[in-house]
C-alpha cells in the first residue's frame, strides 16, 4: 500500500499529480490512499471574508494556527469543501474512483482537542516578551485512525482522498497536524511505502541553494535535520520520524511542481529516507 | 430503506434531526440514507464574499440559481464543506455513523450539464420582457447513481449523508435539483419509504394559513397540487411525481422545525403522499 501526501501550496498542479497517481494506480493493483492540505485556499478564503487565518509563536519557537469557532468553519469549507472536492474532481477526470473524506466523516480520524495554546508574544518597543494563554482553540493531535472505513472504501476500488478537519471523540471538529496524521494512518494500514510532496525538490541543506539537495536520509540523521528545516519542513521531519518508528519502511520526499512527481521521487529524484 | 431528504433552509434544527435519527437508527435495522441542502448556507457565504446568488426566472416561470465558475465553488465550499460536515458532527455527536459524500465523491451522482440556460428578462419601465441566453452554467440534471458505493457504505454499517455537487461523467462539478436527486437515490436503492421536511407543516393549500394542511395525497391527486405549491415547493411535487413513478410507496412530508421530525412525519403529521 501506497500512502501520497501532498500539502496545500499556492502552487501545487492538481492535474499533473492527479495524472501521476492514474498511471500509477491503472498500471499497478497497489491500493492507494491520498492525503492532501489546503492551506493557501484557507488562508485566501480567510482573507476574503474578512477573517484572516492568525498565526501564533509557540515558547519554543514553532509556528502554528489559532484555529478559533470561525476558522474552523472557514478550514472546513476550504479543505473539506473546495480542494477536496477539486482533487476528487481532477482525479475522476482522470479515472480514478476516487471518494473524499474529512477526518469527522465515519470518525476517520479522531483526537484530543488542546486545552489551552501558548503564544510567546514579543513587544518590540519594549524589547520585552510575554506567555500568552490562548483558550477556545479548535486545535488538537488525531490519535485513533478507523482503518475499517478506509479498508472498505479501498476494497470496494475506492481511493480514499483525505483531508482535515479531524474530530474529537465527542464530535468537536479540530485542526490538527497532517504530516503527523498521515504518518498515523500510513502505521495504522500497514502502508510501507509514503510519498509526500511539496515545494521543492527534496530536503535542502541550504533552503536557497536547490544544488543542496540531500538525497538519502537515515532514521538516525533524522533529528539531525531539524535545525535544516525551515518552517513546515520540521513538522515534515517530525511526521517522518513517527512514521519510520511506526513500521513504514521508505519515506520519498519529492517536488510537487513537476512532471510525474510521484513517479520521480520514487525513482529518488528528491530525497528517500529509511 | 428509509431515504430522509432535508433542505438547506435558514431555521434548520440540527439538533433536534439528527436525535431523531440517532433514536430510528438505534431501535431498528433499517438502512437509513440522509439527503441535505445548504441553499442558506451558500447565499449567505455568497454575499459574504461579494458574489450574492444569481436567480434567473424561466420563460414557464419557474426560478432557478444561475450557477457560474465562481458560484460553484461557493455552493461546494457550503454544500459539501460546512453543512456536509456540520451534519456529520451532528450525527457522531449522537453516536450515528455517518459518512459525508458529495455527488462527486465515487461518481455517485452524475448528470448532464446543460448547454444553455433561457432567462425571461422583464424590463418594467418599458413593460416589455425577452429571452436571454445563458451560457457556461455548471447546472444540470442527475441521471444515475452509485449505488455500489452507498451499498458499501451501508453494509459497513455507514449512513451515507449526501449533498450537492453532483459531476458530469467528464468530471464537471454540476449544481443540481436535490428533490429529484433524492428520488433517484430513492428509485435506484428500492427505497420504500421516502421523508421529506421542509419549514412547513406539510403540504398547505393556503399557504398562509397551517390549518389548510392536506393530510394525504394520491398519486392522481399530486399534479393537481401545482398550483398550490408555492416557490420550491413544486419541485418537492415534480420530487414526489417521480419517486412514486419509480417504486418508492410512500412519501411522508413534515416539519422540520419540530422536536421529532421524522418519527411525527413517519405517524402522519404532516402530508403523506402513496
Same mark, same amino acid.
Given at each position: ?105 465515519? /470518525? ?8 489551552? @495554546?501558548?503564544?510567546? #508574544?514579543?513587544?518590540?518597543?519594549? $524589547?520585552? &516578551? *510575554? ?46 497536524d497532517?504530516d503527523l496524521?498521515s504518518a ?49 519542513? /520540521?513538522k515534515k521531519v517530525l511526521g517522518a520520524m513517527e512514521a @519510520?518508528?511506526?513500521? #513504514?519502511?521508505?519515506?520519498?520526499? $519529492?517536488? &510537487? *511542481? ?17
Amino acid at each position: 500500500m501506497l500512502l501520497i501526501k501532498i500539502g496545500g501550496g499556492q502552487d501545487t498542479n492538481f492535474e499533473l499529480i492527479s495524472q501521476d497517481i492514474a498511471n500509477i494506480s491503472n498500471n499497478s493493483s497497489e491500493q492507494i490512499i491520498f492525503v492532501h492540505g489546503a492551506n493557501a485556499a484557507r488562508d485566501q478564503l480567510a482573507t476574503d471574508l474578512g477573517k484572516p487565518t492568525k498565526r501564533i509563536v509557540s515558547p519554543s519557537g514553532m509556528t502554528s494556527v489559532h484555529t478559533d469557532e470561525q476558522a474552523i468553519e472557514i478550514l472546513t469549507m476550504a479543505y473539506a469543501g473546495l480542494i477536496n472536492k477539486r482533487w476528487v474532481s481532477h482525479f475522476i477526470q482522470n479515472n480514478v474512483q476516487a471518494v473524499g473524506l474529512s477526518g469527522i466523516d465515519g /470518525k476517520l480520524l479522531v483526537g484530543q482537542r488542546k486545552k489551552v @495554546l501558548i503564544s510567546q #508574544v514579543e513587544d518590540t518597543l519594549r $524589547g520585552t &516578551s *510575554r506567555k500568552v494563554l490562548i483558550r477556545n482553540t479548535y486545535t488538537g493531535r488525531v490519535n485513533q485512525v478507523n482503518t475499517d472505513l478506509l479498508n472498505i472504501l479501498l476494497d470496494g476500488g475506492y481511493m480514499p482522498v483525505i483531508t482535515q478537519p479531524a474530530v474529537t471523540e465527542d464530535g468537536v471538529m479540530i485542526n490538527t497536524d497532517n504530516d503527523l496524521n498521515s504518518a498515523l494512518i500510513a502505521s495504522e494500514m500497514n502502508v510501507e511505502k509514503m510519498v509526500v510532496l511539496f515545494e521543492a525538490p527534496g530536503m535542502l541543506r541550504d533552503i536557497n541553494d536547490p544544488d543542496s539537495l540531500i538525497r538519502k536520509i537515515s532514521r538516525e540523521e533524522l533529528p539531525n535535520m531539524l535545525p535544516f528545516a525551515k518552517g513546515t519542513m /520540521k513538522k515534515k521531519v517530525l511526521g517522518a520520524m513517527e512514521a @519510520l518508528d511506526h513500521g #513504514v519502511k521508505e519515506i520519498y520526499w $519529492g517536488d &510537487s *511542481r513537476i512532471k510525474d512527481p510521484i513517479s520521480n521521487a520514487l525513482a529518488g529524484k528528491g530525497t528517500i529516507i529509511s
